[in-house]
T-cell receptor, first 115, second 108 residues
Framework: DTEVTQTPKHLVMGMTNKKSLKCEQHMGHRAMYWYKQKAKKPPELMFVYSYEKLSINESVPSRFSPECPNSSLLNLHLHALQPEDSALYLC??????????????FGPGTRLTVT | EDKVVQSPLSLVVHEGDTVTLNCSYEVTNFRSLLWYKQEKKAPTFLFMLTSSGIEKKSGRLSSILDKKELFSILNITATQTGDSAVYLCAVNNNDMRFGAGTRLTVKP
């Protein structure tokens, strides 16, 4: 099973709402990632969890709050977002963050629209 | 500042043509270079390259890395309309830095 699943597929939320994006993998990977991708742009790394600990936060605003409840699950909690936060949010996982090299497997993404 | 540069940014070819996509990089602590294909949703993994001069091949796709000159190429032979996608190059150096991508369009 090389699948990373994400829910929901689409989300429309107002600027005062609180919502969460979910990501799950059952490949035994110990590193999980959140990326943001705007239209016609490459993915931009937001957060990295390694062994369920936050290891990288790429200066992401606090209205995005990641959570890793266990090694298979990754959440992204959203609060007081702005319209410019509308994007495709991709989750990925890899065997490990360290080591010489690794490949990341991506989920299908959640397309978020902030109104 | 770390950077990953892909060229061309877009390319239009006809079925049966061969294409070469380029990726150059300047990063600290290089670990590996990866190629992904992105159609409508998530990027799908194609190749991971860690050593210079060793070609990776999968069907009509192949890729090679030159760590001295800091670049990689992705070749696609006998292109098909299903190859139309954005091809992303990413460099792993503790983080994952993506290039802007090459948008390939294959016309029938």
């Amino acid at each position: 099973d090389t699948e990373v699943t994400q829910t929901p597929k689409h989300l429309v939320m107002g600027m005062t709402n609180k919502k969460s994006l979910k990501c799950e993998q059952h490949m035994g990977h110990r590193a999980m990632y959140w990326y943001k991708q705007k239209a016609k742009k490459p993915p931009e790394l937001m957060f990295v969890y390694s062994y369920e600990k936050l290891s990288i936060n790429e200066s992401v605003p606090s209205r995005f709050s990641p959570e890793c409840p266990n090694s298979s699950l990754l959440n992204l909690h959203l609060h007081a977002l702005q319209p410019e936060d509308s994007a495709l949010y991709l989750c990925a996982s890899s065997q490990d963050r360290g080591g010489f090299s690794y490949e990341q497997y991506f989920g299908p993404g959640t397309r978020l629209t902030v109104t | 500042e770390d950077k990953v540069v892909q060229s061309p940014l877009s390319l239009v070819v006809h079925e049966g043509d061969t294409v070469t996509l380029n990726c150059s990089y300047e990063v600290t602590n290089f670990r590996s270079l990866l190629w992904y294909k992105q159609e409508k949703k998530a990027p799908t993994f194609l190749f991971m390259l860690t050593s210079s001069g060793i070609e990776k091949k999968s069907g009509r796709l192949s890729s090679i890395l030159d760590k001295k000159e800091l670049f990689s190429i992705l070749n696609i032979t006998a292109t098909q309309t299903g190859d139309s996608a954005v091809y992303l190059c990413a460099v792993n150096n503790n983080d994952m830095r993506f290039g802007a991508g090459t948008r390939l369009t294959v016309k029938p």
